[in-house]
Antibody, heavy 120, light 108 residues
Framework: QVQLQESGPGLVKPSQTLSLTCTVS??????????WSWIRQPAGKGLEWIGR???????NYNPSLKSRVTISVDTSKNQFSLKLSSVTAADTAVYYC????????????WGQGTMVTVSS | SYELTQPPSVSVSPGQTARITCSGD??????AYWYQQKPGQAPVLVIY???ERPSGIPERFSGSSSGTTVTLTISGVQAEDEADYYC???????????FGGGTQLTVL
């Protein structure tokens, strides 16, 4: 069973770049047909899809965040990463990584989430 | 931008049936998915492809679709079902994932 674990700084200063990593265990990030996604949730609010990367390396991003987001894969480390530039307090949220199969397209497995606060 | 609309809250008594709706223009073209989220936890998939139930999800959870509305039905609601529920789908091209605003289910 694949498991996901997010990691990265819990505090980021305004205007800087938020960087998070999701480590995949129990399976290879480069095998099969999967989407690897990032999703966030501000405190007390709903879920927002940020974007995804396919096993092939192609990406799709939420149009509202597209200009600031980069998702990449490091197959050697079995990880995928999120970079969100020019952050503001509105980017404060719990950030989740999740995996979908191409067949179902559901977010089948989620990481536990990591809280990121944007503050000086 | 594309939106999915859910009621903010639904309340039911134990043993009754809860129905949570989700509306969106692209739902006739794109599958819907439902997630359950309890406080402090990551969401859990309870329904995929409109009406399929993942292994390990109780049979009391079911999904249906009609036109631009999909519905999550929980039959014989139990206290442990109290949670936030989110629908999720994609825009008409299937390029972007979208979540509904979430529905808080309260078991009275």
């Amino acid at each position: 069973q694949v498991q996901l674990q997010e990691s990265g700084p819990g505090l980021v200063k305004p205007s800087q770049t938020l960087s998070l990593t999701c480590t995949v265990s129990g399976g290879s990030i480069s095998s099969g047909s999967y989407y690897w996604s990032w999703i966030r949730q501000p405190a007390g609010k709903g879920l927002e899809w940020i974007g995804r990367i396919y096993t092939s390396g192609s990406t799709n991003y939420n149009p509202s965040l597209k200009s600031r987001v980069t998702i990449s894969v490091d197959t050697s480390k079995n990880q995928f990463s999120l970079k969100l530039s020019s952050v503001t307090a509105a980017d404060t949220a719990v950030y989740y990584c999740a995996v979908s199969t191409v067949l179902t397209k559901a977010f089948d497995i989620w990481g536990q989430g990591t809280m990121v606060t944007v503050s000086s | 931008s594309y939106e999915l609309t859910q009621p903010p809250s639904v309340s039911v008594s134990p043993g009754q049936t809860a129905r949570i709706t989700c509306s969106g223009d692209a739902l006739p073209k794109q599958y819907a998915y439902w997630y359950q989220q309890k406080p402090g936890q990551a969401p859990v998939l309870v329904i995929y492809k409109d009406s399929e139930r993942p292994s390990g999800i109780p049979e009391r959870f079911s999904g249906s679709s009609s036109g631009t509305t999909v519905t999550l039905t929980i039959s014989g609601v139990q206290a442990e079902d109290e949670a936030d529920y989110y629908c999720q789908s994609a825009d008409s091209s299937g390029t972007y994932a979208v979540f509904g605003g979430g529905t808080q289910l309260t078991v009275l």
